[in-house]
């Protein structure tokens, strides 16, 4: 298995674009999670679905940011408008199953804007 | 909610010599999972160990082993004969139960060996 793919790897936008991550998670896993991480908050989760459903987006900053998982083998994080405060590295993890499943994490994409 | 505490930001160890990182963590789950993840400069997140809150023994993958206290809610990671690779950060992050599967992280240790 190639592991979670996450595209793009990197981005750099203008403050008022639209921006969308993708996420190809691990075959047969039914557990997605999108981070952000930030020299200054650390790694913050920002919403996970469990079986294409989304169970906790708490997290997710505010209405700018949205994410969807419309099957089993795709996850997107939109933001509109972007801000430059959202310049972070998103991680996308997906993990099989509960309590001890191990969560393996994409390489992470990292977005400017500017 | 769970909470995971790691005091220390950075670290600076001599190499061969064995590592011990903090990580406390609060939840008041009756069971409930502790991971270490390391990240090195290229920004991967890559797991090391896990243990399960019932698990009797610590849990140990090749130089790395989990200190597990429950009483005292430690997991500190132990990383024996550090080596220069081992340079990373470091998150130790817990999963609640029940179908939650959500893994909170901590702030991370910053460690840094010397040759």
């Known amino acids: 298995d190639a592991g979670v793919i996450q595209s793009p790897r990197h981005e750099v936008t203008e403050m008022g674009q639209e921006v969308t991550l993708r996420c190809k998670p691990i075959?047969?896993?039914?557990?997605l999670f999108w981070y952000r991480q930030t020299m200054m908050r650390g790694l913050e989760l920002l919403i996970y679905?469990?079986?294409?459903?989304?169970?906790?987006d708490s997290g997710m900053p505010e209405d700018r940011f949205s994410a969807k998982m419309p099957n089993a083998s795709f996850s997107t994080l939109k933001i509109q408008p972007s801000e430059p405060r959202d310049s972070a590295v998103y991680f996308c993890?997906?993990?099989?199953?509960?309590?001890?499943?191990?969560?393996?994490f994409g390489q992470g994409t990292r977005l400017t804007v500017v | 909610a769970q909470k995971i505490t790691q005091t220390q930001p950075g670290m600076f160890v001599q190499e061969k010599e064995a590592v011990t990182l903090d990580c406390t963590y609060d939840?008041?789950?009756?069971?409930?999972?502790l991971f270490w993840y390391k990240q090195p400069s290229s920004g991967e997140m890559i797991f090391l160990i896990y243990?399960?809150?019932?698990?009797?023994q610590n849990a140990t993958e090749g130089r790395y082993s989990l200190n597990f206290q429950k009483a005292r809610k430690s997991a500190n990671l132990v990383i024996s004969a550090s080596q220069l690779g081992d340079s990373a950060m470091y998150f130790c992050?817990?999963?609640?139960?029940?179908?939650?599967?959500?893994?909170?992280f901590g702030t991370g240790t910053r460690l840094t060996i010397i040759p």
């Open positions: 993890a997906s993990s099989f199953g509960p309590l001890e499943a191990e969560a393996f």
């Open positions: 075959s047969g896993h039914n557990s």
């Open positions: 679905f469990n079986n294409n459903v989304p169970i906790d």
């Open positions: 939840t008041s789950d009756p069971s409930y999972g």
């Open positions: 243990q399960g809150s019932y698990d009797q």
């Open positions: 992050a817990t999963v609640s139960n029940f179908g939650n599967e959500k893994l909170t």
